[in-house]
Antibody, heavy 112, light 107 residues
């Protein structure tokens, strides 16, 4: 059974870069497109983008200038980097292969 | 971008009743790659329905999905107390994948 687990800092300084990893266990990362999705506190869900094991990625236009996704097949991990963060980027971040597979989510707070 | 509009925003019902939630897309959803999720406070979304009408593993048959093209419906028969939560639809057929704004099902 494939499972996803997010990891990374829970607190990021404004203007810095948010960095998260997602570890895929129980299966190969070379099977699917892997997404990042976020949910600000008390708000709805927003798909950020996805990446394939080849490194090909697609991002939502509103975040495209600040987002970078990458894959490390040797670790069965994929990653999210979001630069120049502000308080508006405070959210629970999920890694997923929607709709079937979701991580439990990680809260990232942007604050000094 | 495919915009998904859910209605109603808030649905007030009682245990034992039937809930009907709507999700309308601004353009046709491919295949259809349309999913429904349930979310409770502090929890990740729980997949209920995928492919517009296929129930996910372990989901009671009280939950059913229907629709095609631009109009989709989630029906919950015989509401149980644990069903009161927020429900989201999502299309995953065309990038950017998009979510509806959610329907709150409350007692």
């Amino acid at each position: 059974q494939v499972q996803l687990q997010e990891s990374g800092p829970g607190l990021v300084q404004p203007s810095e870069t948010l960095s998260l990893n997602c570890t895929v266990s129980g299966g190969s990362i070379s099977s699917y497109y892997w997404s990042w999705i976020r949910q600000p506190p008390g708000k709805g869900l927003e798909w950020i983008g996805y990446i394939y094991h080849t490194g090909s990625a697609t991002y939502i236009p509103s975040l495209k200038s600040r987002v970078t996704m990458s894959v490390d097949t040797s670790k069965n991990q994929f990653s999210l980097k979001l630069s120049s963060v502000t308080a508006a980027d405070t959210a629970v971040y999920y890694c997923a292969h929607p709709p079937i597979l979701w991580g439990q989510g990680i809260l990232v707070t942007v604050s000094s | 971008e495919i915009v998904l509009t859910q209605s109603p925003g808030i649905l007030s019902l009682s245990p034992g009743e039937r809930a009907t939630l709507s999700c309308r897309a601004s353009q046709s959803v491919r295949s259809p790659h349309l999913a429904w999720y349930q979310q409770k406070p502090g929890q990740a979304p729980r997949l209920l329905i995928y492919g517009a009408f296929s129930r996910a593993s372990g989901i009671p048959d009280r939950f059913s999905g229907s629709g095609s093209g631009t109009v989709f419906t989630l029906t919950i028969n015989r509401l149980e107390p644990e069903d009161f939560a927020v429900y989201y639809c999502q299309q995953y057929g065309t990038t950017p994948y998009t979510f509806g704004q959610g329907t709150t099902l409350e007692i």
